[in-house]
């Protein structure tokens, strides 16, 4: 199956600086998405981005579908930024039906100190 | 804005113990997804389904059945529950089709089996 690796496992920032996290999967894709997961657990939608660039305020996300990469640009982190970010893959299942099967990164825990 | 709810946040079980998780959604999504959170193995998936009474395998389904006898509500049934079965459960749904098929997350559910 497809594989998705997320890179650095662990990011440690001071307020108000840049960062950037890397996603890179293994084989084609239907889509990609980037979540931020809060302190309780609950996963949070970021991006639903299967190709091009696309920004929400401080953050902001790439997708190179032919080169098999994402990217996702936080600036000016705050603490609130602090949690696990995951992104994940939408792969066919077999058959060639499309229902959606993410295959999820490991994650990258970010930290931010005031 | 799309809503997906968990039945309980917090859920204490017995071994051997029947336990269900109950998921609803309110935007007459197709598909609909349950994944289990453990450390150091990410997200898994459990089951899903792309229609009422229509189940499909993830990669961990041993152990659990699901119902869906409606098209908003996803059950997860734990048969017998087992300590190893302690975990974060996550329930998604999303649309089906290639074009859009955004999966979005409920708040979870901590499930501890002693």
């Known amino acids: 199956g497809i594989q998705v690796e997320q890179s650095p496992p662990d990011l440690i920032l001071q307020e108000g600086a840049n960062s950037t996290l890397r996603c890179n999967f293994s084989?084609?894709?239907?889509?990609l998405q980037w979540f931020h997961q809060n302190p309780w657990g609950q996963l949070i939608n970021l991006f639903y981005?299967?190709?091009g660039t696309k920004q929400n305020g401080r953050l902001s996300a790439t997708t190179v579908a032919t080169e098999r990469y994402s990217l996702l640009y936080i600036s000016s982190s705050q603490t609130t930024d602090s949690g696990v970010y995951f992104c994940?893959?939408?792969?066919?299942?077999?058959?060639?039906?499309?229902?959606?099967?993410?295959?999820f990164g490991q994650g990258t825990i970010l930290t931010v100190h005031p | 804005d799309v809503k997906v709810t968990q039945s309980s946040r917090y859920l204490v079980k017995r071994t051997g113990e029947k336990v269900f998780l109950e998921c609803v959604q309110d935007m007459d999504h197709e598909n609909m997804f349950w994944y289990r959170q453990d450390p150091g193995l990410g997200l898994r998936l459990i089951y899903f389904s792309y229609d009422v009474k229509m189940k499909e395998k993830g990669d961990i389904p041993e152990g659990y059945s699901v119902s869906r006898e409606k098209k908003e509500r996803f059950s997860l049934i734990l048969e017998s529950a087992s300590t190893n079965q302690t975990s974060m459960y996550l329930c998604?749904?999303?649309?089906?089709?290639?074009?859009?098929?955004?999966?979005?997350f409920g708040p979870g559910t901590r499930l501890t089996v002693l």
């Open positions: 994940a893959a939408l792969t066919s299942s077999a058959g060639g039906t499309s229902y959606g099967k993410l295959t």
């Open positions: 981005i299967p190709s």
């Open positions: 998604a749904s999303s649309l089906v089709g290639i074009s859009y098929n955004e999966q979005f």
């Open positions: 084989d084609s894709v239907n889509n």
